[in-house]
């Protein structure tokens, strides 16, 4: 899976590349501090998407992976981001 998703906070982009419709993993530019909120729009979804985080670390190539909990999650949304 990998959903592209705009951050409203930056203006920056992230993807979307795990779900389980509870927990979340995203792959970002940029690295935010555990319990930062994040909202963005998902591709294919006009609802805005919020995400808290739990934590980032830098992979190998720069980026980094941000893991955390969906917030508020419609029922169209959740069925996009389980696939």
Do not use: C
């Not at 294919?44 to 969906?70: C, I, K, M, T």
């Amino acid at each position: 899976m990998s959903l592209p998703l705009t951050l409203d906070v930056d203006g920056g982009t992230a993807e979307l590349v795990e779900s389980d419709g509870a927990q979340a993993v995203l792959i970002s530019a940029r690295a935010y501090p555990p319990g930062a909120p994040l909202t963005g729009k998902l591709a294919g979804s006009a609802a805005p998407f919020e995400f808290r985080v739990r934590g980032s670390r830098r992979l190998e190539d720069g980026r980094f992976r941000v893991e955390g909990r969906h917030v508020n999650l419609s029922r169209a949304q959740r069925a996009l981001v389980t696939g």
